[in-house]
Each structure stands twice: as C-alpha cells, then as structure tokens.
Nanobody, 117 residues
C-alpha cells in the first residue's frame, strides 16, 4: 500500500481559493483517488474523487466550486478550491481507494483549511 502526504491547507478569507496536493509514496494507478473533509463531531464526507479512467464524483459541498485532477506520472492528486466559504472549514483528507484492485483503502493525515474574516 502507498502512503499519502497532503499539503496546501491554510487560512483564507471568504471568497478565496486554495490548492491542496497529495503525494503518494508509490504508484497511484491502482487507486481511485479522492478528497474528503471532516469537521469535529461530524462524519467524514466526500469532496471529490477521480478514477484512473478520469471518472469524477463530487460531494454536495462542491456546488461547482471545486476541481480535482491527478497526475499518475508524479503520483499526485490535487484539489482546487475556489470561492471558499466559512462552512468549508474542515480537515481535508486524501484517500487512495484500491479495493477494486485488491489494494485496500489508504488515508493521509489531513490538512486543515480555515475560512474566516
């Protein structure tokens, strides 16, 4: 299984943008790559996911504001967040889902995104 490391979180004002990156320790080809987010006391929810075949899925939080991309040659997946609002504040986690290839599910440790004035 790969290991995942997220980066790019931080603090922004409402309406701002951030780019989150996730680097894997090995090939991400066997995995559907995704981003999830979680706030204290709530369940982790899907933000966006992207298969190797470039099929995407978005959670309800996206509302057309977020974009996901992957670079299999660099073992990376990125999440582009724009028009961020205070309710987007959460810890964002990278996930590698390899259940369909026998590789299980791997999570990163998360990166904090805070949206406030």
């Amino acid at each position: 299984q790969v290991q995942l490391a997220e980066s790019g979180g931080g603090s922004v004002q409402p309406g701002g943008s951030l780019t989150l990156s996730c680097v894997a320790s090995g090939s991400i080809v066997p995995y559907t790559m995704g981003w999830y987010r979680q706030v204290p006391g709530e369940e982790r929810e899907l933000v966006a996911s992207l298969t190797t075949e470039d099929y995407t899925a978005f959670g309800t939080s996206s509302k057309g504001r977020f974009r996901i991309s992957r670079d299999n040659s660099k073992n990376t997946v990125s999440l582009f967040l724009k028009n961020l609002q205070p309710d987007d504040t959460a810890v964002y986690y990278c996930q590698a889902d390899g259940r369909h290839t026998g590789n299980g599910i791997v999570w990163g440790h998360g990166t904090q995104v805070t949206v406030s004035f």
